[in-house]
């Protein structure tokens, strides 16, 4: 009985880390590219984005629970479209303009799936010309993608991811 019950808990592991290593590194890319947008670096948000584009396209969506996979099929294409706009161009306004809908994307993602640590779902009032604008970060101090240094601290916490 200690046996089955160890082989089943081996298997349920196995299974947890596959599914979460199907889409970690989609997470991590796009977590390279709010790093990017952080720092107001174009040229590294365009590179970290040509990386986040291949991670999309490695998926295989096979792997992937029920509620991914329906997820996944809905965001898909505007997270290639997003990626594709960010990767092609050095210009973080551009990006930034397309990191809105590339994060609320994640963010759908995210929430079905779950990252193995606590996620920051964060918000900057002032982005977006002034509609807001979301994001996720692996840190809970905020350091705002959409504007960089110009208003680094500008935002809160409004959802914790667990």
Same mark, same amino acid.
């Given at each position: 009985?200690?046996?089955?019950?160890?082989l089943?808990v081996?298997v349920?592991?196995?299974?947890?880390k596959?599914?979460?290593?199907?889409l970690?590194a989609?997470?991590?890319?796009?977590f390279?590219?709010? #790093? !990017?947008?952080?720092? +107001?670096?174009?040229?590294? %948000? $365009?590179t970290?984005s040509?990386? &986040?584009?291949?991670?999309?396209?490695?998926?295989k969506?096979?792997?992937l629970?029920?509620?991914?996979?329906?997820?996944w099929?809905?965001?898909?294409?505007?997270?290639?479209e #997003? !990626?594709?706009?960010? +990767?092609?161009?050095?210009? %973080? $306004?551009?990006?930034?303009?397309? &990191?809105?809908?590339?994060?609320?994307?994640?963010?759908?993602l995210?929430?079905?799936?779950?990252?193995?640590?606590?996620v920051?779902?964060?918000r900057?009032?002032?982005?977006?010309?002034?509609?807001?604008?979301?994001?996720?970060?692996?840190?809970?101090?905020?350091?705002?993608?959409?504007?960089?240094a110009?208003?680094?601290?500008?935002?809160?916490?409004?959802?914790?991811?667990?």
């Open positions: 009985m200690a046996i089955i019950a160890l089943s081996t349920s592991t196995a299974q947890d596959n599914q979460l290593g199907e970690k989609v997470f991590d890319n796009y390279q590219v709010k #790093d !990017a947008l952080v720092k +107001s670096n174009g040229k590294t %948000a $365009a970290e040509a990386e &986040f584009l291949a991670a999309i396209k490695a998926v969506m096979e792997s629970s029920e509620a991914e996979h329906t997820v099929m809905k965001v898909l294409p505007e997270l290639k #997003d !990626a594709e706009h960010i +990767s092609e161009t050095n210009d %973080a $306004a551009h990006q930034r303009d397309h &990191f809105i809908t590339l994060s609320n994307n994640v963010y759908d995210l929430k079905v799936s779950g990252f193995g640590v606590p920051y779902y964060q900057c009032p002032m982005a977006n010309k002034g509609k807001g604008a979301n994001w996720l970060s692996k840190e809970k101090t905020v350091k705002n993608p959409y504007y960089g110009q208003m680094l601290t500008c935002g809160k916490v409004v959802e914790t991811i667990n």
